[in-house]
C-alpha cells in the first residue's frame, strides 16, 4: 500500500533550506518515493492561513520512508534542513478499499 509523507516547515535560513532541497530528489527517486506537491502557494479555505512549506511525498510503503530516514547520506543532507527550519514531518498510509 502507498504511503505519504507530509513535511510542513517553517525555514529560518532559505539559502541553507536550498542545499537541502537540491539533494533530496535524487534520495527520494532511491527509495522509490515521488513529490506530489513540493512547496508553492498554499490557498487557506477554512482555518488559520498556513505559511510554511508544505511538501507532500508518495512512497510505495513506510518502510520505504523509514528506510529513507534512516540512510547515512539522508541523515548527512537532513543536517542541512535542521540547521535552516523547524519542521514536523508525519507518514500517513494511502487510503484503500479493499
Known sequence: MSAYLVLIANIKDPETYTKYT???????????????VRGGDVETIEGEPLNDRLVILEFPSRKAIHDLFADPEYQTVAKYRKASSEARIFTIDGYSDQ
Open 22 to 36: 537540491a539533494q533530496t530528489p535524487r534520495l527520494v527517486n532511491k527509495y522509490g518515493g515521488r513529490f506530489l
